[in-house]
Nanobody, 117 residues
Framework: VQLVESGGGLVQAGGSLRLSCAAS????????MGWYRQVPGKERELVAA???????YHADSVKGRFTISRDNAENTLYLEMNSLKPEDTAMYYC????????????WGQGTQVTVSS
């Protein structure tokens, strides 16, 4: 399974970005997909996840601002990020897995999101 993220960049606080993750390869057995983020010196944090059936999880820190979705026909995962804050600055990673809850078997290379104050 290969995962390729896109959509990161530099945005001012209060702005919006939409991350995309294109999945390819042996994806027929993939269940959960999600987005993690990491800043230097800190552990990777699960931001949002979505099951194959469409159930979603959003971390408290992003609830109400970020929305995860997936297009199974296009094998693409999205993260709509609104009302961005400087503390959202991080490298964002797409992940996929066989579990229906925590995606962690496959990882993308990451896309940088920087929010300026």
């Amino acid at each position: 399974v290969q995962l390729v993220e896109s959509g990161g960049g530099l945005v001012q606080a209060g702005g919006s970005l939409r991350l995309s993750c294109a999945a390819s390869g042996s994806i027929f057995s993939i269940n959960a997909m999600g987005w993690y983020r990491q800043v230097p010196g800190k552990e990777r944090e699960l931001v949002a996840a979505i099951s194959s059936g469409g159930s979603t999880y959003h971390a408290d820190s992003v609830k109400g601002r970020f929305t995860i979705s997936r297009d199974n026909a296009e094998n693409t995962l999205y993260l709509e990020m609104n009302s961005l804050k400087p503390e959202d600055t991080a490298m964002y990673y797409c992940a996929a897995g066989y579990s229906d809850y925590v995606p962690s078997d496959y990882w993308g290379q990451g896309t940088q999101v920087t929010v300026s104050s």
